[in-house]
Structure formats: structure tokens, C-alpha cells
């Protein structure tokens, strides 16, 4: 969808390139067909530190979900601002032009990722609430602190 909807658009005002790592890349033909010099299908990535250290933009066009977007996390916590789907969004409680872009249309997608690519300052102040985000939301202190109060409110309504 993104690739053959929403990355010409984007193509057309700057030039750059897709890289697409996942798994489900391993298993979809139809997603290794998009390969061209603009678009790099590198299918399943051990280790994405190399990708997180070389991309600009991380996208997450999800129009249907049934479960936590944790590379946007990841990408989040490596400094890389995002344009995302609302559902994507509305998932995490992301706010537009906070922690990332938001888009409900493919034409939004697109101006989204041309300005986190092209405004240096909105760049830098989505990767800086998008580190505080991350802080706030999922850090070691903050999921342990979680665990501690399910596991009281576990223990306090079993009957011994």
C-alpha cells in the first residue's frame, strides 16, 4: 500500500529511497516484486542498529492492527521521528506533531514524511518527544514499577 499509494507522491518532491525490513517480507512474494533502486527490500534483519543509525524517517502506514507497533518504539528510542497511520497513533496515544506525524489520508502520509524529511526543526523536536515519549511511557523504571502494582493487585484479590 504505502509503497505503490503514498511513496510516488513523496518521490516526486524528494529523493529518496524505502527500505523495507521485516519477516513478512520473507513470506509475500508480491512485497519483494516492489525491489527498484528506490525501493530496498531487505526482507528479515537480525540486528536494525545499522538501519536506525542510516534512515531519516520510520514509517508506520498501519491501516488494520492487532498488537503493539514495537518497532516504532525501537525507532522511537534510536532518535528516529516517525509519520504514522492515525490507528497507529490512537494505539500508543501519539500526538501530531509531538511525538510523531499523524495522517488519516495517503495525501497526509506523504506531506508528513516530506516535512519530517526536509524541516530540520520539526525533525529535531519530534526525535526529542519522541525520546521523552519513550522516557516517560517505557522505560525500565516505568514497565517494573507496572509489573509490581499488577502483581499487587494479583496477590490482593486471591483467597487463600
Given at each position: 500500500y504505502f509503497a505503490k499509494e503514498i511513496f510516488p507522491e513523496i518521490r516526486k518532491k524528494i529523493n529518496t529511497r524505502l527500505i523495507i525490513a521485516g519477516t513478512n517480507t520473507d513470506k509475500f512474494k508480491d512485497i519483494k516484486k516492489l525491489s527498484s533502486p528506490s525501493i530496498v527490500v531487505k526482507g528479515f534483519v537480525k540486528n536494525l542498529e545499522e538501519l536506525y543509525e542510516n534512515c531519516r524517517v520510520f514509517i508506520v502506514p498501519t491501516r488494520y492492527s492487532a498488537g503493539i507497533p514495537s518497532k516504532l518504539l525501537e525507532a522511537m528510542s534510536h532518535g528516529i521521528p516517525s509519520a504514522v497511520s492515525f490507528l497507529t497513533a490512537e494505539q500508543l496515544g501519539l500526538a501530531h506533531g509531538r511525538e510523531a506525524l499523524v495522517a488519516k489520508?495517503?495525501?497526509?502520509?506523504?506531506?508528513?514524511?516530506?516535512?519530517?524529511?526536509?524541516?530540520?526543526?520539526?525533525?529535531?523536536?519530534?526525535?526529542?518527544?519522541?525520546?521523552?515519549?519513550?522516557e516517560k511511557t517505557c522505560s525500565q523504571e516505568k514497565l517494573k514499577n507496572e509489573l509490581a502494582n499488577l502483581l499487587r493487585l494479583l496477590f490482593s484479590q486471591q483467597k487463600f
Open positions: 489520508t495517503p495525501e497526509e502520509f506523504a506531506e508528513n514524511v516530506i516535512s519530517l524529511y526536509t524541516n530540520e526543526p520539526l525533525w529535531t523536536r519530534v526525535q526529542k518527544e519522541g525520546f521523552y515519549y519513550i
